[in-house]
Nanobody
Framework: QLQLVESGGGLVQPGGSLRLSCAAS????????IGWFRQAPDRGREAVSS????????NYADSAEGRFTISRDNAKNTVYLQMNSLEPEDTAVYYC?????????????????????WGQGTQVTVSS
């Protein structure tokens, strides 16, 4: 079974940046489209961004548009989420998720139930 591991979270000041990584074990990510989600305390899990298996198609939630960039390096079996201009409202546990992609052009939606595999999450805290 595909296992995902997130890393790169931490404490950052408002206006700062972080780069999250999502790596896979046991299987390669080449056949999977990936999404990033987050969950703040006392809030439901919400979408951040998604990317096709080729990396050629991406999707962003309004909250991430213009500040976050999703990318992938299939040679390193890793998907990234570059987060810039971070705000306290970005504080949350960030999760990556995967769904098998039959087509290279398939860009998954930002709906949670579209994804089959989830990581354990990495904490991001934006605070001065």
């Amino acid at each position: 079974q595909l296992q995902l591991v997130e890393s790169g979270g931490g404490l950052v000041q408002p206006g700062g940046s972080l780069r999250l990584s999502c790596a896979a074990s046991r299987f390669t990510l080449d056949d999977y489209a990936i999404g990033w989600f987050r969950q703040a305390p006392d809030r439901g899990r919400e979408a951040v961004s998604s990317i096709s298996k080729s990396g050629g198609g991406v999707n962003y939630a309004d909250s991430a548009e213009g500040r976050f960039t999703i990318s992938r390096d299939n040679a390193k079996n890793t998907v990234y989420l570059q987060m810039n201009s971070l705000e306290p409202e970005d504080t949350a546990v960030y999760y990556c998720a995967a769904v098998f992609a039959a087509s290279s052009s398939y860009v998954p939606s930002l709906l949670l139930n579209e994804y089959d595999y989830w990581g354990q999450g990495t904490q991001v805290t934006v605070s001065s």
